[in-house]
C-alpha cells in the first residue's frame, strides 16, 4: 500500500516501508492502552485480507501545531478503492470515537483533488468547515465531526 505512488501521492511526510509501518506498532498498541484508540488495521470481511488502516490519533503527534484536534485518517490499498470500505471503515472509527470513547469532535483533511477521500468523508456524515493547513500542506479541505449531532449514516 505504501510504496504505491497512486496511494502515497496523497500523504503527508516520508516515504513509508513494510519496515517503518512495523516499527510504529507498539507505539499505536501503547496509544490504544492509553486513549483507547490509535490507528487500526482495515481488513476485508470474510477473508481477514489486510486492505488499509484507519483510526483515531492526536493530530499533534504528526503536527506539533495542531493543538488538541483529533484527526481521523484512513488510507487503503488501491485496489480496494471505490468499494465502500473506507466509508465503512470510517463509520465504525467516527462510532468508536464519539461513542465509546467519549471524544467530542474529530477532524479529517484532504487534498482537494483527492475526491474520493472527501466523499469518505461526506458519505460517513462528517460536515465541510473549509480550508486549513496541517501536517506541513496548505489548502486541505477539513471535515469534522461532533458528537452533539453525528450520526451514523447507517442509523440515521
Same mark, same amino acid.
Given at each position: 500500500?505504501? $510504496?504505491?505512488?497512486?496511494?502515497?501521492?496523497?500523504?503527508?511526510?516520508?516515504?513509508?516501508?513494510?519496515?517503518?509501518?512495523?516499527?510504529?506498532?507498539?507505539?499505536?498498541?501503547?496509544?490504544?492502552?492509553? +486513549?483507547?484508540?490509535?490507528?487500526w488495521?482495515?481488513?476485508?470481511?470474510?477473508?481477514?485480507?489486510? $486492505?488499509?488502516?484507519? #483510526?483515531?490519533?492526536?493530530?499533534?503527534?504528526?503536527?506539533? !501545531?495542531?493543538?488538541?484536534? $483529533?484527526? /481521523?485518517?484512513?488510507? +487503503?490499498? %488501491?485496489?480496494?478503492?471505490?468499494?465502500?470500505?473506507?466509508?465503512?471503515?470510517?463509520?465504525?472509527? +467516527? !462510532?468508536?470515537?464519539?461513542g !465509546?470513547? #467519549?471524544l467530542?469532535?474529530?477532524?479529517?483533511?484532504? /487534498?482537494?483533488?483527492?475526491?474520493?477521500?472527501? %466523499?469518505?468523508?461526506?458519505?460517513? #456524515?462528517?460536515?465541510?468547515?473549509? $480550508?486549513?493547513?496541517?501536517?506541513? +500542506?496548505?489548502?486541505?479541505?477539513?471535515y469534522?465531526?461532533? %458528537? #452533539?449531532?453525528?450520526?451514523?449514516?447507517?442509523?440515521?
Amino acid at each position: 500500500m505504501f $510504496i504505491d505512488p497512486e496511494v502515497t501521492g496523497f500523504l503527508p511526510g516520508a516515504a513509508r516501508t513494510k519496515e517503518t509501518f512495523e516499527a510504529q506498532l507498539p507505539a499505536r498498541h501503547a496509544m490504544e492502552a492509553e +486513549l483507547g484508540y490509535a490507528m487500526w488495521a482495515v481488513e476485508k470481511k470474510g477473508t481477514g485480507t489486510f $486492505i488499509g488502516q484507519c #483510526g483515531l490519533r492526536p493530530a499533534a503527534t504528526m503536527d506539533p !501545531s495542531a493543538g488538541s484536534e $483529533i484527526d /481521523l485518517a484512513y488510507h +487503503l490499498a %488501491r485496489a480496494s478503492w471505490n468499494k465502500g470500505y473506507a466509508t465503512e471503515a470510517v463509520v465504525a472509527v +467516527l !462510532s468508536h470515537g464519539l461513542g !465509546s470513547v #467519549g471524544l467530542d469532535r474529530v477532524m479529517a483533511v484532504a /487534498l482537494p483533488e483527492n475526491v474520493g477521500s472527501w %466523499r469518505v468523508m461526506e458519505k460517513a #456524515g462528517m460536515r465541510y468547515v473549509g $480550508i486549513a493547513a496541517y501536517y506541513g +500542506l496548505d489548502g486541505l479541505k477539513k471535515y469534522v465531526a461532533e %458528537r #452533539g449531532w453525528w450520526k451514523s449514516p447507517q442509523t440515521a
